[in-house]
T-cell receptor, first 114, second 114 residues
């Protein structure tokens, strides 16, 4: 199993450009999450999806949209990138199966907005 | 919303000593408290977690304690080794298993001196 995968690994955008970050998991998890991590800080939740077809806002949703394409895939879109969105973006997934509640993280996407 | 504060921000110990990291949370409804370890440039990985129905949990050299009344929880690492050097994050969440929106602390950089 690959676990949680993210593409791309690195991206540089100019202010105002748009892009979509892709995330996929092969663990049959119901829930998926997008977090951002700024230098020297903890992770902050952007959006999450508790099941296919549902999405909910997290702590910092402004400037982002998400799509839960199917059970495996959860994408994050920046419609008009701003320098304040320079960050490392982590996708995660989790399941309650077997009483285990762990969120498994992907390797991250390092995004720079100039 | 939930607010999680973590102390200290940096911690340096000698190999073999113990390390303690403390977190406080604000929402009394929070019921799940994981700890993540993040090595430089890597993804966060769960090292231990605790639910609100227990006061302590141990896993080899790592233990977590929870005081619901005071709304604080702590990570204890005994017999520290150089490979324990990393950034450690606490987090808190309420809600159901498998669909948790985590609120993270700001992290503690632990350095274990050989």
């Amino acid at each position: 199993n690959a676990g949680v995968t993210q593409t791309p690994k690195f991206q540089v955008l100019k202010t105002g450009q748009s892009m979509t970050l892709q995330c996929a998991q092969d663990m049959n998890h119901n829930s998926m999450y997008w977090y951002r991590q700024d230098p020297g800080m903890g992770l902050r939740l952007i959006y999450y999806s508790a099941s296919e077809g549902t999405t909910d806002k997290g702590e910092v949703p402004n400037g982002y949209n998400v799509s839960r394409l199917n059970k495996r895939e959860f994408s994050l879109r920046l419609e008009s990138a701003a320098p304040s969105q320079t960050s490392v973006y982590f996708c995660a997934s989790s399941s309650s199966a077997g009483g285990i509640d762990t969120q498994y993280f992907g390797p991250g996407t390092r995004l720079t907005v100039l | 919303g939930e607010n999680v504060e973590q102390h200290p921000s940096t911690l340096s110990v000698q190999e073999g000593d113990s390390a303690v990291i403390k977190c406080t949370y604000s929402d009394s409804a929070s019921n799940y408290f994981p700890w993540y370890k993040q090595e430089l440039g890597k993804r966060p990985q769960l090292i231990i977690d605790i639910r609100s129905n227990v006061g302590e949990k141990k896993d080899q050299r790592i233990a977590v304690t929870l005081n619901k009344t005071a709304k604080h929880f702590s990570l204890h690492i005994t017999e520290t080794q150089p490979e324990d050097s990393a950034v450690y994050f606490c987090a808190a969440s309420k809600g159901d298993m498998g669909r948790r929106a985590l609120t993270f602390g700001s992290g503690t950089r632990l350095q274990v001196q050989p």
